[in-house]
Protein backbone atom coordinates (compact mmCIF):
# COMPACT_ATOMS: atom_id res chain seq x y z
CA UNK A 1 0.00 0.00 0.00
CA UNK A 2 1.50 3.34 -1.49
CA UNK A 3 1.96 5.99 1.86
CA UNK A 4 0.24 8.91 1.92
CA UNK A 5 1.24 12.67 3.05
CA UNK A 6 -0.68 14.79 5.71
CA UNK A 7 -0.03 18.51 5.80
CA UNK A 8 -1.67 19.48 9.11
CA UNK A 9 -2.09 22.98 9.92
CA UNK A 10 -4.59 25.61 12.11
CA UNK A 11 -7.46 28.10 10.30
CA UNK A 12 -9.20 30.59 11.65
CA UNK A 13 -12.87 30.59 10.80
CA UNK A 14 -14.23 28.78 8.07
CA UNK A 15 -13.69 30.86 4.88
CA UNK A 16 -9.98 30.91 4.09
CA UNK A 17 -10.57 27.20 4.31
CA UNK A 18 -13.02 26.61 1.90
CA UNK A 19 -10.84 29.13 -0.06
CA UNK A 20 -8.02 26.70 0.36
CA UNK A 21 -9.75 23.68 -0.96
CA UNK A 22 -11.58 25.17 -3.69
CA UNK A 23 -7.71 26.09 -5.22
CA UNK A 24 -7.23 22.39 -4.63
CA UNK A 25 -9.38 21.27 -6.50
CA UNK A 26 -8.09 19.31 -9.41
CA UNK A 27 -4.81 19.73 -8.10
CA UNK A 28 -2.77 16.42 -8.90
CA UNK A 29 -2.12 14.49 -6.04
CA UNK A 30 -4.32 15.89 -3.19
CA UNK A 31 -6.56 13.44 -2.16
CA UNK A 32 -8.25 14.87 0.45
CA UNK A 33 -8.99 16.53 3.71
CA UNK A 34 -10.43 16.50 7.51
CA UNK A 35 -10.99 19.21 9.93
CA UNK A 36 -13.50 19.87 12.94
CA UNK A 37 -12.05 17.27 15.58
CA UNK A 38 -11.55 14.99 12.49
CA UNK A 39 -14.63 15.03 10.66
CA UNK A 40 -14.40 13.86 7.10
CA UNK A 41 -13.86 16.52 4.82
CA UNK A 42 -13.98 15.09 1.12
CA UNK A 43 -11.43 17.15 -1.41
CA UNK A 44 -14.68 18.21 -3.06
CA UNK A 45 -17.27 19.28 -0.12
CA UNK A 46 -18.92 22.20 0.23
CA UNK A 47 -18.84 23.54 3.41
CA UNK A 48 -21.93 26.08 3.88
CA UNK A 49 -24.11 23.39 4.67
CA UNK A 50 -22.40 20.95 6.97
CA UNK A 51 -21.41 23.97 9.16
CA UNK A 52 -24.71 26.21 10.09
CA UNK A 53 -24.80 24.93 13.30
CA UNK A 54 -21.10 25.29 14.25
CA UNK A 55 -19.17 28.66 14.67
CA UNK A 56 -17.35 30.37 11.79
CA UNK A 57 -15.06 31.61 14.02
CA UNK A 58 -12.39 30.36 15.77
CA UNK A 59 -9.11 28.49 15.17
CA UNK A 60 -9.43 24.76 14.06
CA UNK A 61 -6.66 22.34 13.01
CA UNK A 62 -7.01 21.10 8.83
CA UNK A 63 -5.18 18.17 7.72
CA UNK A 64 -4.91 17.74 4.01
CA UNK A 65 -3.86 14.50 2.19
CA UNK A 66 -1.73 13.71 -0.92
CA UNK A 67 -0.81 10.76 -2.59
CA UNK A 68 2.98 12.17 -3.05
CA UNK A 69 5.80 14.03 -1.05
CA UNK A 70 5.86 16.58 -3.66
CA UNK A 71 2.54 17.92 -3.63
CA UNK A 72 2.93 17.91 0.28
CA UNK A 73 5.80 19.95 -0.13
CA UNK A 74 4.31 22.46 -2.70
CA UNK A 75 1.28 22.66 -0.64
CA UNK A 76 3.12 23.54 2.48
CA UNK A 77 4.89 26.24 0.55
CA UNK A 78 1.71 27.87 -0.51
CA UNK A 79 0.34 27.76 2.60
CA UNK A 80 3.20 29.78 3.85
CA UNK A 81 3.11 32.15 1.08
CA UNK A 82 -0.05 32.52 0.23
CA UNK A 83 -2.14 32.18 3.71
CA UNK A 84 0.92 32.72 6.00
CA UNK A 85 0.19 29.62 7.39
CA UNK A 86 2.72 26.90 9.15
CA UNK A 87 2.78 23.43 8.74
CA UNK A 88 3.95 19.96 9.16
CA UNK A 89 4.31 17.27 7.38
CA UNK A 90 3.75 13.33 7.90
CA UNK A 91 4.31 10.28 6.33
CA UNK A 92 1.19 7.66 6.97
CA UNK A 93 0.03 4.33 6.43
CA UNK A 94 -1.92 4.42 2.52
CA UNK A 95 -4.85 2.45 4.13
CA UNK A 96 -5.17 5.38 6.48
CA UNK A 97 -6.59 7.99 4.40
CA UNK A 98 -9.03 5.23 2.58
CA UNK A 99 -10.08 3.57 6.14
CA UNK A 100 -11.16 7.01 6.85
CA UNK A 101 -12.90 6.80 4.08
CA UNK A 102 -14.78 3.90 4.69
CA UNK A 103 -16.00 4.63 8.21
CA UNK A 104 -17.42 8.37 7.57
CA UNK A 105 -19.20 7.91 4.02
CA UNK A 106 -22.49 7.12 3.79
CA UNK A 107 -23.10 8.32 0.54
CA UNK A 108 -25.62 11.28 -0.65
CA UNK A 109 -28.49 12.12 -3.36
CA UNK A 110 -29.16 14.15 -6.13
CA UNK A 111 -32.33 15.22 -7.21
CA UNK A 112 -34.58 13.85 -8.97
CA UNK A 113 -33.56 10.49 -8.60
CA UNK A 114 -29.85 9.50 -7.62
CA UNK A 115 -28.36 8.00 -4.76
CA UNK A 116 -24.64 7.73 -4.14
CA UNK A 117 -24.04 4.73 -2.36
CA UNK A 118 -20.44 3.69 -1.14
CA UNK A 119 -19.78 -0.29 -2.63
CA UNK A 120 -19.52 -1.25 0.90
CA UNK A 121 -22.77 -0.62 1.86
CA UNK A 122 -24.71 -3.29 0.70
CA UNK A 123 -28.38 -2.98 2.35
CA UNK A 124 -28.74 0.33 -0.31
CA UNK A 125 -28.68 -1.66 -3.30
CA UNK A 126 -32.16 -1.28 -4.12
CA UNK A 127 -33.81 1.77 -3.10
CA UNK A 128 -37.16 1.96 -4.70
CA UNK A 129 -37.39 5.03 -7.59
CA UNK A 130 -33.85 5.75 -7.13
CA UNK A 131 -31.12 4.86 -9.42
CA UNK A 132 -27.94 4.27 -7.80
CA UNK A 133 -24.53 4.97 -8.49
CA UNK A 134 -21.63 2.86 -6.28
CA UNK A 135 -18.62 3.77 -5.53
CA UNK A 136 -15.24 2.89 -3.70
CA UNK A 137 -15.28 6.77 -2.80
CA UNK A 138 -11.39 5.96 -1.46
CA UNK A 139 -9.60 7.34 -4.44
CA UNK A 140 -9.87 10.51 -6.88
CA UNK A 141 -11.61 13.37 -7.33
CA UNK A 142 -15.20 13.22 -7.59
CA UNK A 143 -17.14 11.63 -4.19
CA UNK A 144 -20.53 13.03 -5.62
CA UNK A 145 -20.71 15.60 -2.46
CA UNK A 146 -19.76 18.48 -4.17
CA UNK A 147 -22.99 20.75 -5.12
CA UNK A 148 -21.09 20.80 -9.07
CA UNK A 149 -21.17 17.24 -9.55
CA UNK A 150 -24.93 16.96 -7.91
CA UNK A 151 -26.31 19.89 -10.03
CA UNK A 152 -24.35 18.19 -13.26
CA UNK A 153 -26.59 15.03 -12.11
CA UNK A 154 -29.72 16.93 -11.50
CA UNK A 155 -29.37 18.51 -15.35
CA UNK A 156 -28.68 15.30 -16.91
CA UNK A 157 -31.71 13.75 -15.74
CA UNK A 158 -33.67 16.94 -16.84
CA UNK A 159 -33.04 16.36 -20.50
CA UNK A 160 -34.83 14.40 -22.73
CA UNK A 161 -32.03 11.90 -22.58
CA UNK A 162 -32.11 9.76 -26.14
CA UNK A 163 -30.82 5.87 -25.87
CA UNK A 164 -28.81 6.25 -28.88
CA UNK A 165 -26.81 9.09 -27.62
CA UNK A 166 -22.91 9.33 -27.40
CA UNK A 167 -21.41 11.38 -24.70
CA UNK A 168 -17.96 12.70 -23.89
CA UNK A 169 -17.32 13.78 -19.98
CA UNK A 170 -14.67 16.38 -19.99
CA UNK A 171 -12.90 15.70 -16.51
CA UNK A 172 -14.09 13.13 -15.31
CA UNK A 173 -12.80 12.55 -12.34
CA UNK A 174 -14.01 9.98 -10.54
CA UNK A 175 -16.09 8.88 -13.42
CA UNK A 176 -19.75 9.42 -11.57
CA UNK A 177 -21.10 11.55 -14.40
CA UNK A 178 -20.09 9.10 -16.74
CA UNK A 179 -22.20 6.27 -15.54
CA UNK A 180 -24.85 8.78 -14.63
CA UNK A 181 -25.01 9.30 -18.47
CA UNK A 182 -24.78 5.29 -19.10
CA UNK A 183 -27.19 4.77 -16.44
CA UNK A 184 -29.42 6.98 -18.85
CA UNK A 185 -28.89 4.77 -21.73
CA UNK A 186 -25.97 6.36 -23.54
CA UNK A 187 -25.04 4.52 -26.44
CA UNK A 188 -21.49 5.36 -25.61
CA UNK A 189 -19.50 7.59 -22.60
CA UNK A 190 -16.05 8.91 -23.58
CA UNK A 191 -14.59 9.76 -20.11
CA UNK A 192 -11.98 12.37 -20.06
CA UNK A 193 -9.47 12.56 -17.38
CA UNK A 194 -5.79 13.57 -17.18
CA UNK A 195 -5.17 12.77 -13.23
CA UNK A 196 -3.84 9.58 -13.06
CA UNK A 197 -5.66 8.34 -9.61
CA UNK A 198 -8.79 9.43 -11.16
CA UNK A 199 -8.47 7.19 -13.74
CA UNK A 200 -7.88 4.50 -11.68
CA UNK A 201 -10.68 4.93 -9.32
CA UNK A 202 -12.85 5.26 -12.66
CA UNK A 203 -12.14 1.78 -13.53
CA UNK A 204 -13.16 0.94 -10.24
CA UNK A 205 -16.76 2.86 -10.39
CA UNK A 206 -17.08 1.24 -13.67
CA UNK A 207 -16.45 -2.13 -12.97
CA UNK A 208 -18.78 -1.83 -9.45
CA UNK A 209 -21.69 -0.28 -11.49
CA UNK A 210 -21.07 -3.45 -14.01
CA UNK A 211 -20.50 -1.00 -16.90
CA UNK A 212 -18.41 -2.49 -19.90
CA UNK A 213 -15.54 -0.75 -22.11
CA UNK A 214 -17.62 -1.25 -24.85
CA UNK A 215 -19.87 1.71 -22.83
CA UNK A 216 -17.92 3.98 -21.25
CA UNK A 217 -13.65 4.42 -22.44
CA UNK A 218 -11.30 6.44 -20.37
CA UNK A 219 -9.09 8.96 -23.15
CA UNK A 220 -6.41 11.19 -21.70
CA UNK A 221 -7.54 14.40 -24.49
CA UNK A 222 -10.52 15.67 -26.50
CA UNK A 223 -10.68 13.07 -29.72
CA UNK A 224 -10.03 15.47 -32.48
CA UNK A 225 -12.75 14.05 -34.97
CA UNK A 226 -15.75 12.50 -32.72
CA UNK A 227 -19.24 14.49 -32.08
CA UNK A 228 -21.27 13.86 -29.56
CA UNK A 229 -25.21 14.64 -28.49
CA UNK A 230 -24.00 16.00 -25.34
CA UNK A 231 -21.18 16.87 -23.40
CA UNK A 232 -20.73 17.04 -19.86
CA UNK A 233 -18.15 19.42 -18.29
CA UNK A 234 -17.74 19.86 -14.42
CA UNK A 235 -14.14 21.80 -14.27
CA UNK A 236 -12.67 24.60 -13.39
CA UNK A 237 -13.37 27.94 -15.27
CA UNK A 238 -10.52 28.37 -16.55
CA UNK A 239 -10.33 25.77 -18.77
CA UNK A 240 -14.39 25.72 -19.66
CA UNK A 241 -13.15 29.19 -20.92
CA UNK A 242 -10.05 27.74 -22.67
CA UNK A 243 -11.69 24.93 -24.34
CA UNK A 244 -14.58 26.53 -25.26
CA UNK A 245 -14.16 26.53 -28.80
CA UNK A 246 -12.51 22.70 -28.98
CA UNK A 247 -15.31 21.40 -27.28
CA UNK A 248 -18.35 23.47 -29.09
CA UNK A 249 -16.72 21.77 -32.06
CA UNK A 250 -17.22 18.32 -30.71
CA UNK A 251 -20.94 18.92 -30.69
CA UNK A 252 -23.37 17.35 -33.26
CA UNK A 253 -26.13 19.63 -34.56
CA UNK A 254 -28.48 20.40 -31.69
CA UNK A 255 -26.53 18.62 -29.00
CA UNK A 256 -26.14 19.94 -25.67
CA UNK A 257 -23.47 20.89 -22.79
CA UNK A 258 -23.73 21.05 -19.32
CA UNK A 259 -21.28 23.20 -17.81
CA UNK A 260 -20.16 23.46 -14.43
CA UNK A 261 -17.74 23.83 -11.82
CA UNK A 262 -17.64 27.59 -11.71
CA UNK A 263 -19.65 30.07 -9.04
CA UNK A 264 -22.85 31.95 -10.04
CA UNK A 265 -20.82 35.05 -10.67
CA UNK A 266 -19.35 33.75 -13.45
CA UNK A 267 -22.12 32.02 -15.49
CA UNK A 268 -22.64 35.50 -17.53
CA UNK A 269 -18.88 35.54 -18.83
CA UNK A 270 -18.94 31.86 -19.25
CA UNK A 271 -22.32 31.64 -21.11
CA UNK A 272 -21.01 34.57 -23.76
CA UNK A 273 -17.98 32.75 -24.51
CA UNK A 274 -19.88 29.17 -25.57
CA UNK A 275 -22.74 31.00 -26.99
CA UNK A 276 -21.14 33.21 -29.37
CA UNK A 277 -20.21 30.01 -30.87
CA UNK A 278 -23.94 28.57 -31.08
CA UNK A 279 -26.34 31.57 -32.03
CA UNK A 280 -29.43 29.26 -32.05
CA UNK A 281 -28.50 28.40 -28.44
CA UNK A 282 -30.37 29.57 -25.00
CA UNK A 283 -29.22 28.38 -21.54
CA UNK A 284 -30.56 27.33 -18.37
CA UNK A 285 -29.02 27.63 -14.97
CA UNK A 286 -29.19 25.06 -12.03
CA UNK A 287 -27.76 26.65 -8.92
CA UNK A 288 -26.75 25.76 -5.20
CA UNK A 289 -25.24 27.73 -2.99
CA UNK A 290 -23.02 30.25 -5.17
CA UNK A 291 -22.24 27.23 -7.42
CA UNK A 292 -23.63 27.56 -11.23
CA UNK A 293 -24.54 24.60 -13.75
CA UNK A 294 -25.39 26.08 -17.23
CA UNK A 295 -27.44 24.00 -19.88
CA UNK A 296 -26.72 24.94 -23.06
CA UNK A 297 -28.83 23.95 -25.92
CA UNK A 298 -31.30 24.19 -28.99
CA UNK A 299 -33.26 27.26 -27.80
CA UNK A 300 -36.48 24.86 -28.65
CA UNK A 301 -35.36 22.12 -26.87
CA UNK A 302 -35.20 23.92 -23.59
C1 LIG B 1 -14.06 19.29 -10.83
S1 LIG B 1 -13.43 17.70 -11.25
C2 LIG B 1 -14.91 16.91 -11.82
C3 LIG B 1 -15.02 15.43 -11.55
C4 LIG B 1 -16.34 14.78 -11.97
N1 LIG B 1 -16.69 15.11 -13.34
C5 LIG B 1 -17.46 15.14 -11.04
O1 LIG B 1 -18.39 15.82 -11.45
O2 LIG B 1 -17.44 14.72 -9.89
C6 LIG B 1 -12.51 18.07 -12.66
C7 LIG B 1 -11.60 16.99 -13.17
O3 LIG B 1 -11.03 17.46 -14.37
C8 LIG B 1 -9.73 16.91 -14.52
N2 LIG B 1 -8.99 17.75 -15.48
C9 LIG B 1 -8.36 18.93 -15.29
N3 LIG B 1 -7.83 19.37 -16.45
C10 LIG B 1 -8.15 18.47 -17.41
C11 LIG B 1 -7.91 18.38 -18.82
N4 LIG B 1 -7.23 19.30 -19.46
N5 LIG B 1 -8.38 17.29 -19.48
C12 LIG B 1 -9.08 16.32 -18.83
N6 LIG B 1 -9.33 16.36 -17.50
C13 LIG B 1 -8.88 17.41 -16.80
C14 LIG B 1 -9.18 16.96 -13.10
O4 LIG B 1 -8.14 16.02 -12.95
C15 LIG B 1 -10.44 16.62 -12.27
O5 LIG B 1 -10.50 15.23 -12.00
Not at 14 to 27: C, M
Not at 268 to 278: I, T
Amino acid sequence: MKPSFLVRSCFEGIRDYEQVIADLEGETGFLGSFQFENRPRSRTLHLADECENLSVDGEFDSDFYFSSRESAENFKITLKERWSKDSQIQEIAGEDWNQKWRESYTGVEAPPFWKIVPEWNKKQEEIENKKIIRMNPSLGFGTGEHPTTQLCLSALANLDFQVDWEVMDFGSGSGILSVAAAMMGAKSVDAIEIDDMALESSREIFKINNLSEKQIRLLEGIPQTKKYNLILANILFSILKEKSQELVKALKPNAALILSGFFVTDVEGLAAAYLRHLPKYGQRLLAQDDWACLILSPKDHL
